[in-house]
């Protein structure tokens, strides 16, 4: 389990690997918390580099990744839970088992939150202010 959170003890890429091997090497499932991406060291793409090291070595993996401080939506719960599979067969049993877990907590879940976020990645314009405003609020740290 590894949560990323904004210090100066983040790992470089090098570690990142050696994490990665080890992970893969003793069949670890890795749960990655993802908080506070961009504000670790300033850079959002920097930020996921453990991340795709894991995902490019094929580890057993779940990112669980939240908007809420980063977005400013404070109070708000707006967020991510990736899995990541190895095959088409495991992809449809992880998916019926969160299904399951899913379907009594909410049917119908807000989706305000969810918009705002999806609004802000998928247009580069306000995707490129949100990664300037974040490395603004990274330096006054």
């Not at 990665?20 to 930020?47: L, M, P, R, T, W």
């Not at 088992?97 to 609004?119: C, D, F, G, Q, W």
């Amino acid at each position: 389990f590894c949560g990323v959170i904004p210090n100066d003890d983040n790992h470089e890429v090098e570690e990142w690997k050696e994490i990665s091997k080890i992970c893969k090497d003793c069949g670890h499932f890795v749960v990655i918390d993802n908080v506070y991406q961009g504000f670790a060291c300033g850079c959002h793409e920097k930020d996921a580099t453990g991340i795709r090291r894991l995902v490019e070595d094929e580890n057993n993996l779940a990112i669980c990744q939240t908007f809420s401080k980063n977005f400013g939506l404070y109070g708000e719960r707006v967020g991510t839970a990736t899995i990541v599979c190895s095959s088409v067969d495991e992809k449809r049993i992880v998916e019926s088992h969160l299904k399951l877990v899913i379907r009594p907590m909410y049917s119908n879940p807000p989706i305000n939150r969810a918009r705002i976020a999806t609004e802000i990645l998928t247009n580069p314009q306000y995707r490129n202010q949100w990664f300037y405003l974040t490395r603004q609020d990274f330096t006054e740290f």
